[in-house]
């Protein structure tokens, strides 16, 4: 079972365009649909109506790049939705959910996180937000109250941190992020972006479900429709242990492993750099009883 169909995704477009957005006369009559009807996205993009129907209603073949690439002209879509309406469309040829593979870091990235050092905070995400490494800092930062060595417990695959899951069940990260609605949108419309990229992964599946099942405001984030990437943008934490804290965040994509992604965090202003270096410093301690315990 896929997690959203073609069809959902079209359709959740069509609604936001209104006629006057792409100069359709509208009479000055009522209209009982938001957006644009099905027969005149049809006819803008240049297929039949009921061929249009068939492929929002999931009863049509798979539609070809010309037609895809149509649609998303008429829809005003920007690259990141109409890849992802590609996706959608691939899917049908797609079996159903299984179990997907343990994601480990490349040996590469595990180096890059370590030549980074403990003054710049960072942290390796999976495809479906899991953490899969940290330097102390960036847990520090992000998750201080999740233990440093969860991402790297090989007896419990499903025990690492997921920030997905955090952002929405956990009230401790919630209260941190001063600009979470912000971030929080950001979060479902990038799991949107790998749902459609892999719509047989069933632990995504699953994740998905449980938040829309478990917080209010995932499931009404979800049912917008929203996709997009996630590169680049900007923290505001209130931070337990150094208070205000406003980071950049930048994501560095591996090419031996597209699907993993190296968040780096810097300060952009100079209170932030100090609440960093205490954090720095702090983590540093932290670590002397393991130093002194080897």
């Known amino acids: 079972m896929c997690v ?15 006629p006057a957005e792409i100069g ?7 209209r009982r649909v938001p957006g644009l009807r099905r027969e005149e996205l049809a006819q803008l993009a240049g297929v039949s109506a009921g ?19 149509a649609l998303a002209r008429v829809l005003r879509l920007d690259p990141v939705e109409t890849a992802h309406l590609h996706n959608l469309a691939r899917q049908s040829a797609k079996p159903g959910l299984g179990e997907p593979p343990r994601e480990e870091p490349h040996p590469r990235v595990l180096t890059l996180l370590e030549s980074l050092g403990e003054a710049m905070p960072a942290v390796v995400l999976g495809r479906r937000g899991d953490v899969l490494a940290w330097n102390r800092t960036g847990h520090a930062l992000v998750a201080e109250h999740v233990p440093f060595e969860a991402p790297r417990n090989p007896q419990d695959p499903q025990g690492r941190p997921s920030v997905p899951r955090m952002f929405f069940l956990d009230p401790h990260t919630r209260a941190m992020y001063r600009n979470w609605p912000d971030l929080a949108k950001v979060h479902v419309a990038y799991l949107r972006l790998t749902a459609g990229r892999y719509p047989t992964d069933a632990r995504l599946a699953g994740l998905i ?18 996709v997009s990437d996630c590169t680049t943008g900007t923290m505001h934490l209130q ?20 699907d993993h992604r190296v968040e780096i965090y810097t300060p952009n202003d100079a209170t932030s ?8 410093q702090q983590s540093g301690r932290d670590d002397e009883p393991e130093s002194a315990a080897a």
Request: glycine content about 6%.
């Open 4 to 18: 959203e169909s073609l069809g959902t995704f079209l359709k959740s477009r069509r609604d936001r365009v209104t």
């Open 24 to 30: 359709l006369p509208s009479y000055g009559t009522s």
């Open 51 to 69: 061929y249009y129907t068939r492929l929002e209603q999931g009863q049509a073949e798979t539609a070809s790049d010309q037609v895809l690439d």
């Open 209 to 226: 479900g449980e938040l829309t099942m478990n917080s209010v405001d995932f499931a009404a984030m979800w049912a917008t429709g929203d």
């Open 239 to 258: 931070h337990p242990a150094v208070g205000a804290v406003s980071v950049d965040y930048q994501v560095w994509l591996q090419p031996d492993s597209p």
């Open 273 to 280: 750099a100090d609440a960093l270096r205490v954090l720095h």
